[in-house]
């Protein structure tokens, strides 16, 4: 188990090599000037070039490649341009927003598509299973932005239960478990669920639909068990696949929350992405990116683990 | 194979005209057509037919493993003096795994592939007693040890698919004899493993029902197979028993033309180089579609007019050997005369 745990942490360090280096590139080759954004517009050419020479950006992209990554590697990410404040200082708090956000959006998810899930697979083409499925669509189909707006519309502006953006009150960026804070975090984390919802809904129906077809369900009733201890049965068969579609739910949600972010201006990293490409802001880009690639290999790592731990049958050599 | 001591009288199981039909497709499926079954206690039975002819089904009746919402069973079903058609939902469970277990073709497939084997017998054991895990993990290597397991305690903590296929089979039957059962479905327990753990899974099935007085009713369509352990055969088709009497009296002296006709399609040991098996012309019929007279009737070389009409009585050969057949007479002496074809249990002493 420990030989297997390192051999895949040790696959992981050329994946996350080729990340950087195609984040950097996607970054370098695209259009627009980062320092436009800071240099007065009647700036002299000199200043300009000074201030090139400053960030470095005079030089070949493979020694601006190699300078940003070896820093990358201590843990520097570099400055912002736009904020001039530590990258990793900006986007280590927009992953904790992120985080928390996406990890209570999945467990909504998971929680209620799995109940959508069991139920239309134990009672399949049944008008239950129906309008379970239809909801599964519909969560999977539905624009989540609009989604967001509408709950906006009917929660925050008409009804005005809840907050409609921002991550606490008074802005003041500090998070706490407490009702004032959370009720920010209660709209943008229903809409999110949506998308994970619909698809582990539909996963869990199939895999329960083909669990109840196999034949040792048979045999469990032929020893005896009643419909719950079957259903415990099918509950643990299903488990481990239920479990991988949920951790890679979590890791879309890490980095694919730019517009739900947005919407309802939640500090995240898909906020903070949002505003670095409008900014041109390459070092908080590429830091955040990167950020967020080495999320989703870990996380795929920890699926990968989990699972061969809980399905016997996958090997682990 | 029992003497009469070991053999009490007062069937054990007890099944009168049953009929399953299945409703779930466009039309209805008559998979069994009024069977009439009885297993003394410690007596086996072995049900013997192709595929299709409903041998399955009708074990599978006998604990009402079929999905109720396609499946009708007509009839009369009692097990250890209690009527299974008549069960609620409870008392059906209780039952299960407890006075009546089952012993699948594939444990592979029967086996829940996440949970040990230890794990699903101790399942079962404390589904049905009041006994603390302990106790019941302590009964589990009992019966691993009685079905001859070798490191019984190893391999209790084993998965399926690290066991193989005759050692599987064996921890399905410790599974299915884990509460105890008075009656014992074999679902073709030994088709899906090769010839030489075949044997050793009869002989344990043989020594096992002996030693427990089980009433076995062992399905199979392999004649040499059934010939091993079974006391009676009863021989299906299309849903009925076509012939029915004491396994010695039905191999060397069948009377039914199919019972015949699958005798003459085995393949026995002293087979010519270059010989051609016997087979048996046709398919089994429709059950979606079942003809008014005898069903073998289209396949059968004794046909005449009159098999076409009706559904043929059983007819009384003497010492509990009936067959459904018009045509008794003339199969009378066919097997006689070529004796050597009959199959004999490996084990049997002069």
């Not at chain 2, 604990?63 to 919402?69: D, G, Q, S």
Request: net charge neutral; proline share 6%.
């Amino acid at each position: 188990m420990i030989f297997y745990l390192l051999r895949r942490i040790v696959y992981t360090i050329p994946i996350m090599i080729g990340v950087a280096f195609f984040c950097f590139l996607l970054v370098h080759i695209s259009p627009g000037d980062p320092l436009v954004s800071i240099l007065p517009p009647d700036a002299s050419i000199e200043l300009q070039q000074q201030l090139m020479k400053l960030y470095g950006f005079d030089r070949p992209w493979y020694e601006q490649f190699a300078h940003w990554f070896w820093r990358a590697l201590h843990g520097d990410l570099g400055t912002s341009i736009a904020s001039g404040r530590s990258v990793s200082t900006e986007v280590m708090r927009a992953v904790g927003n992120t985080l928390m956000l996406s990890c209570m959006a999945t467990l909504i998810g998971f929680l209620f598509g799995s109940l959508f899930g069991f139920v239309a697979g134990y009672f399949r083409d049944s008008w239950v299973d129906r309008v379970a499925s239809a909801l599964s669509v519909l969560g999977v189909s539905v624009p989540h932005y609009w989604l967001g707006m509408v709950l906006v519309i009917i929660f925050s502006s008409q009804l005005m239960w809840l907050p409609a953006t921002g991550a606490g009150p008074g802005g003041s960026g500090e998070w706490a478990w407490d009702w004032a804070h959370v009720q920010f975090m209660v709209l943008p984390a229903i809409t999110m669920s949506v998308i994970p919802m619909g698809i582990i809904a539909r996963t869990v129906r199939a895999l329960v639909a083909d669990i109840l077809a196999q034949e040792f369900v048979v045999g469990l009733r032929a020893k005896g068990l009643t419909d719950l201890g079957i259903f415990l049965h099918v509950v643990k068969n299903a488990a481990p696949t239920a479990l991988a579609v949920m951790g890679l739910q979590l890791g879309y949600l890490l980095g694919g929350s730019i517009l739900i972010e947005t919407v309802f201006s939640w500090p995240g990293t898909g906020f903070l992405l949002n505003s670095a490409i409008f900014q041109r802001d390459m070092p908080l880009l590429q830091g955040t990116i990167l950020v967020l690639a080495t999320f989703f290999v870990v996380l795929n790592l920890m699926v990968d683990v989990l699972q061969t731990t809980l399905d016997p049958r996958i090997q682990r050599s | 194979m029992n003497t009469d001591t070991q053999t009490d009288r007062t069937p054990i199981v007890s099944v009168r005209d049953l009929r399953v039909t299945f409703t779930g497709g466009k039309k209805p499926v008559k998979a069994v057509n009024g069977v009439d079954l009885s297993v003394a206690r410690g007596e086996t039975v072995a049900l013997i037919g192709e595929s299709g002819s409903g041998k399955s089904v009708t074990l599978r009746s006998l604990l009402r493993l079929h999905p109720a919402r396609r499946t009708r069973i007509e009839g009369r079903i009692d097990v250890a003096g209690v009527d299974v058609l008549a069960m609620n939902n409870r008392t059906l469970a209780d039952y299960r795994g407890r006075i009546a277990s089952m012993i699948f073709q594939e444990p592979l497939l029967a086996l829940d592939p996440v949970y040990t084997v230890g794990a699903q017998i101790v399942e079962s054991i404390r589904r049905h007693e009041r006994i603390s895990p302990a106790d019941a993990r302590k009964r589990a290597l009992e019966l691993f040890e009685r079905v001859r397991i070798p490191s019984p305690e190893r391999r209790l903590d084993a998965y399926p698919h690290e066991m193989s296929g005759g050692m599987r089979q064996r921890a399905m039957i410790a599974l299915a004899l884990a509460c105890r059962p008075q009656v014992l479905l074999a679902d073709e327990p030994t088709t899906a493993l090769d010839a030489t753990v075949q044997i050793q899974i009869l002989l344990l099935l043989r020594e096992l029902q002996r030693e427990l007085g089980l009433g076995i009713i062992f399905v199979t369509h392999d004649m040499g197979a059934a010939v091993e352990v079974a006391d009676r055969f009863a021989v299906m088709y299309a849903g009925r028993i076509v012939e029915e009497g004491p396994t010695r009296e039905v191999i060397r002296n069948p009377r039914h033309p199919y019972t015949l006709a699958l005798m003459q399609a085995r393949a026995d040991g002293a087979m010519e180089k270059g010989a051609r098996l016997a087979s048996i012309p046709g398919a089994p019929p429709d059950l979606a579609n079942l003809p008014a007279g005898c069903a073998f009737a289209e396949r059968c070389t004794f046909v005449q007019p009159a098999c076409l009409q009706t559904q043929p009585d059983a007819v009384e050969l003497g010492g509990s050997h009936r067959a459904r057949c018009l045509r008794t007479d003339a199969t009378a002496h066919v097997m006689t005369r070529a004796a050597t074809h009959a199959p004999r249990p490996l084990t049997e002493t002069a």
